[in-house]
């Protein structure tokens, strides 16, 4: 709070290479979903739509250690199983769901990863600046 009783607000600064590139990685895989499942879809693009600023966020930072690295990793992906388990449960049940959302979760987000990882570097690329080393 301020001398003025209003809350200060912090800005959050963002990768936009980072965050592009994941918004756009996340369209190219929801895409074709949307056509033969649109329930999922909405809720993958849900899912994007939140972990995409959360990783450019974490991007923008100092550069962080390795381990601060594999945490902000850890917690987008613990965010895919979590929502693939909220998803699976009302079909499996709880048992079947945990094994099932680890699985799924973590099919979907290597591949939204893998997927945006390439996008950086060619985004990176045409604005003229130098993709960071692997």
């Not at 033969?36 to 990783?55: D, E, T």
């Not at 929502?83 to 049940?93: A, K, N, Q, S």
């Not at 094994?99 to 985004?123: E, I, N, R, S």
Request: a neutral charge; aromatic letters at 10%; charged letters at 5%.
């Amino acid at each position: 709070m301020t001398t003025d009783g209003l809350a200060a607000t912090r800005s959050v600064r963002l990768d936009g290479v980072v965050l592009l590139a994941n918004l756009i990685a996340g369209v190219l895989w929801l895409a074709p979903l949307a056509v033969n499942s649109w329930p999922l879809a909405l809720i993958g693009a849900a899912y994007v739509a939140l972990a995409s600023p959360f990783l450019a966020a974490a991007a923008a930072r100092a550069p962080l250690p390795l381990h601060g690295q594999v945490l902000v990793w850890m917690a987008a992906w613990l965010g895919a199983v979590l929502v693939w388990f909220g998803v699976w449960t009302p079909i499996d049940g709880i048992a079947g769901s945990l094994v099932t959302a680890f699985d799924l979760g973590t099919m979907t987000y290597l591949a939204w990863q893998l997927t945006a990882f390439p996008l950086k570097h060619l985004l990176t690329w045409l604005a003229g600046g130098t993709p960071p080393g692997p």
